[in-house]
């Protein structure tokens, strides 16, 4: 009972505990924030080759905004909720054969065939006007077609035969300036070459117009 007592006549000191975390811990956890936040940053983001001659243009529909192009060979570094649209701009062609009329009402079909690049510059513009990239089938087969068929009616059949190299520069010159001209193509083709392949005439008359040229 003596010791009991005694016991209970000594005051415990409260020992200190010490809550401070090490050096060591302190710089795993860090590391391992370092590391999660590393890789949700490149879990949120995606890296695209962009090859030669071609350009990518980055769309976000955020906000609504299309970057300028950026040019290959490099790489992009783009969040996933971006569009990539590559263009290739180095060399494109179209070619087409067009049904049009003489002017003695002789049904022909000429052959085309249309090469051209595009102005790196310009192809932001080109993208806001034609989103699909679609220009080939649109404007500039309809101002080939428009072209020719309005030159077309100027010769008679055998005109275009005797003065071909004529209606060749004839369309060459209109087409080319028509494209360089047309609002929705912003300018962007550049380098344009044409070359008329081919005049095609129905068979019932190729012989009849031999027999003229003969005579």
């Not at 016991?7 to 000191?13: A, D, T, Y």
């Not at 067009?98 to 192809?123: H, N």
Request: hydrophobic share 40%; glycine share 6%; proline share 5%.
């Amino acid at each position: 009972s003596h010791k009991r007592n005694s016991l209970r006549g000594e005051k415990m000191e409260p020992r200190e505990i010490n809550l401070k975390p090490s050096r060591k811990i302190t710089g795993l956890v860090f590391a391992l924030i370092l590391i999660l936040l590393v890789s949700m940053i490149f879990g949120f983001t995606m890296v695209i080759s962009v090859g030669v001659g071609h350009a990518v243009l980055l769309v976000d529909p955020l906000t609504k905004s299309t970057s300028d192009p950026i040019v290959g060979p490099t790489y992009v570094v783009k969040a996933p909720w971006v569009t990539a649209v590559d263009v290739y701009y180095a060399t494109d062609s179209f070619e087409d054969t067009i049904a049009c009329f003489s002017s003695d009402q002789l049904e022909m079909q000429i052959g085309v065939l249309l090469r051209w690049s595009l102005d790196p510059d310009k192809i932001t513009e080109l993208y806001n006007n034609y989103p699909n990239l679609n220009y080939k089938g649109t404007a500039i087969e309809s101002i080939l077609e428009e072209t020719i068929r309005l030159i077309t009616k100027k010769y008679t059949a055998l005109e275009t035969i005797e003065f071909r190299d004529v209606v060749r520069n004839d369309v060459e010159t209109i087409v080319i300036e028509e494209l360089q001209t047309e609002p929705s193509l912003t300018g962007a083709l550049t380098r344009l070459e044409f070359d008329l392949k081919n005049i095609g005439y129905p068979g019932k008359y190729t012989s009849a117009i031999e027999d003229k040229l003969v005579a």
